[in-house]
């Protein structure tokens, strides 16, 4: 599904009622396949055109290839969290605050891309190992109180790549690069 939305190129993120393991075999390819995802939408990109907002005030492509490896390295450690306490409450952490860190701002793309490829090596060696009984698992977010299954967790994550690599796509559409 793709939309003319920039903020949600690909629409926002649905999880579904009822997820048959199937669907969870997907969501966990679809995080193994993230790196290689976002190394192709950025490739051959130079500094300016990371440098360009991949919609109006929003963060520049590099910023974006930055979180995304921040949020993911977060997740990895609540699935770890959640694995080994009862139902914990995660840390939240100021997604937009981290982006405007200077680093996020200068640092090259690949060291990113780079740790993308080892978290995601773990972290879907992790995915696969967990039971029937571990997807039940949760965790409370802070910011809602809610509890979020790891179940969820698995395909909000496979959306969450799948989303920013439309993003920097959509814009390289957009600009003809």
């Given at each position: ?85 009862p139902t ?33 090596q ?56």
């Amino acid at each position: 599904m793709t939309t003319t939305n920039l903020s949600y190129p690909i629409g926002q993120c649905m999880i579904p009622d009822s997820m048959p393991q199937e669907y969870l075999t997907q969501c966990i390819a679809e995080i193994a396949d993230l790196p290689k995802q976002m190394r192709a939408a950025t490739q051959a990109l130079n500094d300016a055109q990371l440098d360009t907002p991949y919609r109006p005030e929003g963060w520049t492509v590099r910023q974006l290839v930055h979180h995304v490896a921040d949020s993911h390295m977060n997740s990895y450690v609540r699935f770890h969290w959640t694995l080994t306490e009862p139902t914990p409450t995660i840390k939240a952490y100021d997604e937009k605050a981290w982006a405007a860190l200077d680093y996020h701002q200068t640092m090259p793309i690949e060291v990113s891309l780079q740790l993308l490829d080892a978290l995601h090596q773990r972290w879907v060696v992790l995915l696969r190992a967990l039971t029937p009984n571990d997807l039940h698992k949760a965790f409370v977010h802070p910011a809602t109180q809610q509890q979020v299954s790891l179940r969820e967790a698995v395909a909000t994550y496979a959306w969450h790549g799948k989303h920013h690599v439309a993003h920097v796509a959509s814009l390289r559409t957009r600009m003809g690069w």
